[in-house]
């Protein structure tokens, strides 16, 4: 079993730069995937950002160049750096994790992006 917990949303400037955080209970050495999605209101869910246990890391091309995926292994935490926000970027982003062949969500953060 893994809990996940996601922070660092809230309401952000256009232009502006916001970190999140997904803290995982069990070590990060442990976890094959760990990945960032969003979803805004209406729309699909959407992979943002995948890292591998080995750091090869992903990007959906809507956020190449602004966002940073990071393996955090002393907090255990798995990062999303945020940057060149724009408002389209508003939505609730989850991080989901695979523990033992089993996908595992966190509840999610707001991240709202003001023109």
């Known amino acids: 079993q893994v809990q996940l917990v996601e922070s660092g949303g809230g309401l952000v400037q256009a232009g502006g730069s916001r970190r999140l955080s997904c803290q995982s209970s069990?070590?990060?050495?442990?976890?094959?995937?760990m990945n960032w999605y969003r979803q805004a209101p209406g729309k699909q869910r959407e992979l943002v950002a995948r890292?591998?246990?080995?750091?090869?890391?992903d990007y959906a091309d809507s956020v190449k160049g602004r966002f940073t995926i990071s393996r955090e292994n002393v907090k255990n935490s798995v990062d999303l750096q945020m940057s060149s926000l724009k408002p389209e970027d508003t939505a609730v982003y989850s991080c989901?994790?695979?523990?033992?062949?089993?996908?595992?969500w966190g509840e999610g953060t707001q991240v709202t992006v003001a023109s």
């Open positions: 890292v591998t246990t080995g750091g090869t890391t």
């Open positions: 069990v070590s990060l050495f442990s976890l094959s995937a």
């Open positions: 989901k994790v695979v523990f033992v062949g089993k996908s595992y």
